[in-house]
């Protein structure tokens, strides 16, 4: 900082102003400090500017996992609302573990973030007690949980599975089954699930079984063992709904490699409605809303926080749930 104030004639003072975009600094006075700052290539250190502001200029988003295309497009519609700001969004993954979890939230409250978003499986209640703590905005998000720390935007899951019964049910299917995780099952698959078991009971439809099948990590090795699971043992079932479309794209590449033929013996139905699912052979019939969406409308929420911090006043909490739509294609 000394060499960009030696070279524009300021104060070092003054150029930390003019970079904070502090209004005691004239226009023409900033504009020969952004000069200097960009023929030397210099890049402020954001850590002690941290320290003099009291703002760290980050907001911190834990997500379950990077395999799932999902969080990606929550991240991207977070990220493009809070980057107007001045905020910078950092990312960790939880991997469905509660333990790493922890860790993760802990390691970015130490970064003292301007706010936080999570999904969270299975949240602890350290970690409860931590993001209660934590002084900043915390928003939940795809999954609302029992207690929630304050705001949340979310799907409601269990009326996806009702949905995807009634469809099955309106198309003539009698057995319908549910793939959930092996090794460690989704809240949000789990109320599918239920969802599912429901609009059965409803249609006069046939109990629905529960197909037990991999990890939410390895998405299309749990479609592949599912789809085996189905040919091998339960050849009555007409009608799966996987918890996300790499799930449901291996069902169908593995039900055709082994002869079965979709969706006239088996229909499958996934959720997400990433693009790959449309280019399918055949294309996937699945559950589709704004992933984007979520993650503007959670940044909305942050924002609306920090002009009520700002005025002295709390955010009264915020519980949104986003409109899902049954997409038709040819699986199911």
């Known amino acids: 900082m000394s060499d960009v104030a030696r070279l524009a004639g300021v104060s070092a003072m003054t150029v930390s102003r003019a ?51 999902i969080f990606g497009m929550v991240a991207r519609g977070l990220n493009d609302t809070l ?11 939880s991997d469905y573990g509660a333990e790493r979890e922890e860790h993760m939230l802990e390691s970015m409250l130490r970064r003292r973030p301007e706010a936080i978003a999570i999904a969270s499986d299975s949240r602890s209640e350290r970690a409860a007690r931590m993001l209660l703590n934590a002084g900043v905005p915390v928003v939940e998000f795809l999954h609302r949980p029992a207690t929630p720390i304050r705001h949340v935007v979310a799907v409601d899951h ?3 599975g009702r949905a995807v019964a009634r469809h099955f049910a309106e198309t003539g299917r009698k057995r319908l089954a549910a793939i959930v995780g092996r090794e460690r ?23 629905v079984r529960l197909i037990s099948a991999g990890g939410p990590l ?8 599912a789809a085996a699971e189905i040919l091998d043992n339960l050849a009555d079932i007409d009608a799966v709904l996987c918890p996300h479309d790499i799930t449901a794209i291996a069902v169908i590449g593995e039900l055709r490699r082994r002869g079965a033929r979709v ?10 409605d990433h693009e790959v699912a449309r280019h399918t052979l055949p294309a996937l019939t699945t559950i589709g809303f704004n992933a984007g969406l979520m993650g503007v409308e959670i940044g909305k929420l942050m924002i609306n926080a920090f ?12 519980n949104l749930t986003l409109d899902f739509e049954v997409i038709v294609r040819d699986s199911a």
């Open 185 to 207: 099952q989704t809240s949000n698959t789990t109320d599918r699930a239920e969802g599912l078991r429901e609009g059965a009971r409803q249609a006069g439809l046939a109990p």
């Open 19 to 69: 970079l904070r975009h502090d209004g005691a600094v004239s226009q023409k006075t900033r504009d020969k400090v952004l000069a200097v700052v960009d023929e030397l290539g210099y890049v402020p250190d954001q850590a002690a500017g941290a320290l003099s502001s009291g703002r760290s200029g980050l907001v911190g988003m834990i997500a379950p996992a990077l395999v799932n295309p």
């Open 83 to 93: 980057t107007p700001l001045g905020l910078q969004l950092f990312i960790g993954f």
């Open 218 to 225: 390895a998405l299309a090795e749990q479609g592949v063992r």
């Open 307 to 318: 002009e009520a911090a700002r005025l002295g006043r709390d955010a009264a909490p915020f």
């Open 263 to 272: 969706p006239d013996d088996v229909a499958v139905f996934g959720f997400g």
């Open 158 to 160: 269990v009326a996806v």
